[in-house]
């Protein structure tokens, strides 16, 4: 148990689709992200949000939409997406700013057809 | 700016040997550092860190690191592999508040 957990952990959605990815932390922390890891590609970061607010998005087509709407909980909204965004997608939680490293979750491996 | 090399994308050892892979980063100003580890259909999980204070780190499963500020270094070591290490390793960076940059992973695989 990371004390994060995400769901679903498999997702296959066609490309006019919409589907929610959902991200719960049972740790306390106030700082929430989302990742996507493909394949032969480093980790790209996608959002931040720190006590519920958005404070990063970097550059990420707006087929994806995040929502925090707690510190808890963390979405990431999916519709109209393209085959290349098939990825494993990650949450991971942190207190304060990071320094003492962030808890992932186990991922949703998302394939898009 | 931040940034992270990992050297060597995949490093194979037999059970027992040493396990070192290679971390060197870039920062303006006094980094945080991180290697996670990370096993297939998982997500990452902290192996240890190093924030202030005693630059050789230790963390879980016997492995350990060096920050090494003049070689701008934080290798990973573990004395006598096991088959269990097996996994894509992870160093990442944190210069900038909140944001953590990776590097590309290194891929072990530990032979019997």
């Known amino acids: 148990e990371t004390g994060v957990t995400q769901t679903p952990r498999h997702l296959v959605m066609g490309m006019t689709n919409k589907k929610s990815l959902k991200c719960e932390q049972h740790?306390?922390?106030?700082?929430m992200y989302w990742y996507k890891q493909s394949a032969k590609k480093p980790l790209e970061l996608m959002f931040v949000?720190?006590?519920?607010?958005?404070?990063e998005n970097n550059s990420v087509p707006s087929r994806f939409s995040p929502e925090c709407p707690n510190s808890s909980h963390l979405f990431l909204h999916l519709h109209t997406l393209q085959p290349e965004d098939s990825a494993l997608y990650l949450c991971?939680?942190?207190?304060?700013?990071?320094?003492?490293?962030?808890?992932f979750g186990s991922g949703t491996r998302l394939t898009v057809v | 700016a931040q940034s992270v090399t990992q050297l060597g994308s995949h490093v194979s050892v037999s059970e027992g040997a040493l396990v070192l892979l290679r971390c060197n980063y870039s920062s303006s100003v006094p980094p945080y550092l991180f290697w996670y580890v990370q096993y297939p259909n998982q997500g990452l999980q902290l192996l240890l860190k190093?924030?202030?204070?005693?630059?050789l780190v230790k963390g879980i499963n016997g492995f350990e690191a060096e920050f090494k500020k003049s070689e701008t270094s934080f290798h990973l070591t573990k004395p006598s592999a096991h088959m269990s290490d097996a996994a894509e390793y992870f160093c990442a960076v944190m210069a900038n508040a909140g944001k953590s940059t990776f590097g590309d992973g290194t891929t072990l695989t530990v032979k019997p």
């Open positions: 991971a939680s942190s207190q304060g700013q990071g320094e003492l490293g962030y808890t």
């Open positions: 740790l306390g922390h106030n700082a």
């Open positions: 190093y924030t202030t204070g005693a630059t």
């Open positions: 949000y720190s006590l519920e607010e958005r404070v």
